[in-house]
């Protein structure tokens, strides 16, 4: 079995802490048992998803989104942080350095959606493994009209909704962004793409998108980024064969549509 260190190493190798924002919290979060006996893939760590790694004797959570993301100013018995200690499960998060590194959140969202020649839209720089890395992945498409790639992107994300404003223009290039990446509007407009895909948009940028002649597409925080989860328990089933690894069942959207 692989020592913490040694997983927390590997998944650097993935997505170094180095690129992700300054205002992150990536890397060891949560440190308890030095020897991995398993590992539960998920969004985010959630009291359900602490009970579920138990359950399947994972004692370590790899996940998106940092359990400690703001300082702590007080710990409670009930908050997850404080979950994890008592149950022994340690937390390595991955968050902006796998949004932006390669084979991470957005390559494998631009995957999910069957884009094709996919590249880092604005690219930030070179990792130290000489890897490009950057935020937003454009790509292209066969030529649909907006309406229909809506549609598309509903059922390539299983969501239970999509909001979406028109561009008014047939689509061929697009720009994804798995989560909040709904600033990038005008950058990605100004590159040419006919269509964006992200989350969290609010009302003005969609009336921006329509102006810019960009179809905007919210398909939710959720959808857009879990795909990646079991890309993750993938890549750590290969580095380490004799490690259990599972993607969490138990972790669902939390927004749901009446």
């Known amino acids: 079995m692989p020592s913490l260190t040694e997983l927390a190493s590997y998944l650097e ?12 919290n990536v890397g060891v979060l949560v440190r ?7 590992v539960l893939c998920a969004l985010d760590i959630t009291p359900a998803t602490v009970r579920e790694a138990r359950a399947v004797g994972c004692n370590a959570i790899v ?5 400690i993301f703001r300082p702590l100013k007080e710990l409670r018995q009930g908050d ?5 200690v008592r149950e022994g499960v340690s937390a390595v998060c991955m968050h902006t350095n796998l949004d932006k590194a390669q084979g991470g959140v957005n390559d494998v969202l631009a995957q999910t959606l069957g884009l094709t020649g996919v590249r880092v839209a604005s690219p930030e720089g070179i990792d130290a493994q000489g890897r490009e890395y950057g935020l937003v992945r454009i790509g292209s498409i066969a030529p649909c009209r907006p309406e229909r790639f809506a549609a598309f992107v509903k059922d390539a994300l299983h969501c239970p909704g999509v909001r979406y404003v028109s561009g008014g223009r047939e689509i061929r290039t697009v720009a994804v962004g798995g989560g909040a990446c709904a600033d990038a509007l005008s950058e990605i407009a100004a590159l040419g793409c006919d269509a964006f895909v ?3 948009v609010k009302y003005n940028a969609f009336a921006d998108a329509a102006a810019l002649g960009v179809t905007l597409v919210d398909a939710g925080h959720f959808e ?3 795909p990646v989860c ?5 890549k750590l089933r290969t580095a380490f064969p004799n490690l259990t ?3 969490s069942e138990s972790h669902e959207d939390p927004i749901k549509f009446a």
């Open 245 to 247: 690894v599972f993607v």
């Open 13 to 24: 190798s993935i997505a170094p802490a180095q690129i992700a924002e300054s205002w992150d």
């Open 32 to 38: 308890c048992a030095q020897e991995v006996t398993g």
């Open 80 to 84: 997850v942080p404080a979950l994890l």
């Open 224 to 226: 857009t980024e879990n």
């Open 230 to 234: 079991a890309v993750l328990a993938e």
């Open 198 to 200: 992200t989350a969290d």
């Open 63 to 67: 996940s998106h989104h940092p359990v």
